[in-house]
């Protein structure tokens, strides 16, 4: 009798607790499916109406499971926190999701604890690099000697699978794009130089260096590139963006996450221009200005979530996907819906001198290997161009 009594109280525990964690905002997207999968997509912190992210990825898990009839909700955490995030991936499972989606590097501390935790359930983390998982699980000792760790010991690779995308083609794509479409004096406002962002800015750099070679305009083109040392906007950095554009710089690719705030604000004052970065973020930037937003250069986190899905839902397939840390950039030169990287093409301002179909020709040129970009981050491309490169962060 004790021993069921003591049962009954740590039974009711665990359903007080659940009911605490899971009164946080969700969502979900009720079904009579027979499958016996079940999805939930744990916000990072923000919501899903972040216009990045959060947003991106829970489109993606909806328009998959609706046209599936699969059962699917979404978690938001109460804070941004690592047991926060680990709190909702917790109710989820409890409330018997076997498909857990995570969108971005944030999730590494959880992905670390959780996916031993839940051997039976299946685990797709977006943009997430074996270094992410590695600091996550050692601590800042990774970084003095990276070569000595491996990722797969870290995390269950049987049940987890990961991507990461190749940041420099859809960079390329920008700079490539703002010059033919006529801008003469870009910046590159990047947030920490962490690997990710850097192949971003030097992609930017190459295309606007192939572009002015193919225009003949080299010494036209001039280039800002500088660190803001922050995922954030702050005065400090707004000054420099406001110097920037006083100083002729027409448009800045802003790359580290809330940096950008700092850009917009210096080109609201100005009519200036920006490049949006990871989905299209023409409706957060141009809340700043109307048509501040040129193009932006995403990842094609919808489509790697609909593949994933589809391999262990439909195709069968996930074995040859799990376990992996896959590098996602092109798969088709002539199908850019299915392409992991790429740009908008609702809302870049296209014209007659860089239309929709020459941005396709583009796609399908670095698709062949007949445009190649360098996605090394050990120095600055050399270029043609000039290329006024801050040292440190512009801090």
């Known amino acids: 009798m004790k021993k069921l009594k003591r049962l009954a109280a740590f039974l009711l525990a665990v359903c007080i607790a659940v009911s605490a964690l899971g009164c946080g905002p969700s969502g979900s997207q009720e079904s009579t499916s027979d499958s016996d ?75 670390v604890e959780v996916t031993y ?36 010991d870290y995390y269950n690779t049987e049940n987890t699978y990961c991507a990461v995308y190749q940041e420099e083609i859809p960079g390329y794509m920008a700079g490539y794009a703002a010059v033919k479409l006529g801008y003469r004096n870009l910046g590159f406002l990047g947030g920490q130089a962490v690997p990710a962002v850097m192949r971003f800015g030097f992609g930017y750099v190459q295309g606007i260096n192939d572009a002015a070679e193919e225009l003949g305009i080299v010494d036209e083109i001039q280039v800002e590139y500088a660190y803001g040392g922050q995922f954030y906007g702050s005065t400090e950095i707004t000054a420099a963006m406001d110097t920037w554009f006083s100083q002729g710089t027409e448009i800045v690719f802003a790359c580290g996450g809330g940096i950008f705030t700092s850009a917009a604000e210096a080109a609201a004052k100005v009519g200036g221009k920006m490049i949006g970065v990871d989905s299209d973020q023409s409706p957060i930037i141009d809340a700043y200005g109307e048509g501040m937003t040129v193009t932006s250069a995403m990842k094609g986190l919808g489509a790697t979530v609909k593949a994933m899905l589809n391999s262990i839902i439909v195709d069968g397939t996930w074995e040859e996907h799990v376990g992996k840390i896959e590098n996602l950039g092109l798969v088709s030169g002539t199908d850019t819906s299915v392409n992991y990287v790429g740009l908008p093409e609702d809302t870049t301002q296209w014209n007659e001198n860089f239309t929709v179909e020459d941005y396709y020709e583009l796609v399908q040129k670095i698709y062949d290997g007949e445009i190649q970009i360098d996605n090394s981050i050990d120095q600055m491309p050399e270029v043609s161009v000039k290329v006024n490169e801050r040292q440190g962060s512009i801090m």
């Open 117 to 152: 935790k839940y051997p039976d359930v299946k685990f797709i983390a977006l943009d997430m690099t074996a270094g992410d998982i590695i600091a996550a699980a050692v601590g800042s000792k990774y970084y003095d000697d990276p070569d000595s760790y491996e990722a797969s």
């Open 37 to 111: 999968y079940r999805v939930a997509m744990i916000t990072d912190s923000g919501d899903i109406t972040d216009q990045s992210f959060n947003q991106t990825t829970y489109e993606a898990c909806l328009e998959y499971c609706t046209k599936n009839n699969i059962d699917f909700t979404y978690k938001k955490p109460d804070g941004d926190t690592d047991y926060a995030r680990i709190a909702m991936i917790d109710v989820a499972v409890a409330e018997g999701h076997n498909i857990i989606v995570m969108p971005g590097y944030i999730f590494a501390p959880a992905l």
